[in-house]
């Protein structure tokens, strides 16, 4: 079993800065893909930014250049930075974690969710 602890959303002006983590624990081995989504109300989640084992990384068009997406892989966690913040950025965000187990068996993780409210 893995468990995903988001933290780091909130409210912020535009033009603002947030960052978010996303620590993973448990019966875990290896973590593969690292990534964050965002789902705003009446739309379909899609991904923000996604980071490989190598830490290639990759971004939605709407975010470039503003989002920054890490990995600390002795601590098991991803971050975003965001910058530069706009009311469209408003949503849910969540992390998506892909890896090993013990034994080899690949797990694909998801976090609960937290809540980024970009308003003046």
């Known amino acids: 079993q893995v468990q995903l602890v988001e933290s780091g959303g909130g409210l912020v002006q535009p033009g603002g800065s947030l960052r978010l983590s996303c620590a993973a624990s448990?019966?875990?081995?290896?973590?593969?893909?690292m990534g964050w989504y965002r789902q705003a109300p009446g739309k379909q989640r899609e991904l923000v930014a996604g980071?490989?084992?190598?830490?290639?990384?990759n971004y939605a068009d709407s975010v470039k250049g503003r989002f920054t997406i890490s990995r600390d892989n002795v601590k098991n966690t991803v971050y975003l930075q965001m910058n530069s913040l706009k009311p469209e950025d408003t949503a849910v965000y969540y992390c998506?974690?892909?890896?090993?187990?013990?034994?080899?068996?690949?797990?694909?993780?998801w976090g609960q969710g937290t809540q980024v409210t970009v308003s003046s």
């Open positions: 998506n974690i892909e890896g090993l187990g013990p034994g080899g068996w690949k797990f694909d993780y």
């Open positions: 980071i490989s084992s190598g830490s290639r990384t």
């Open positions: 448990g019966s875990i081995v290896s973590i593969n893909a």
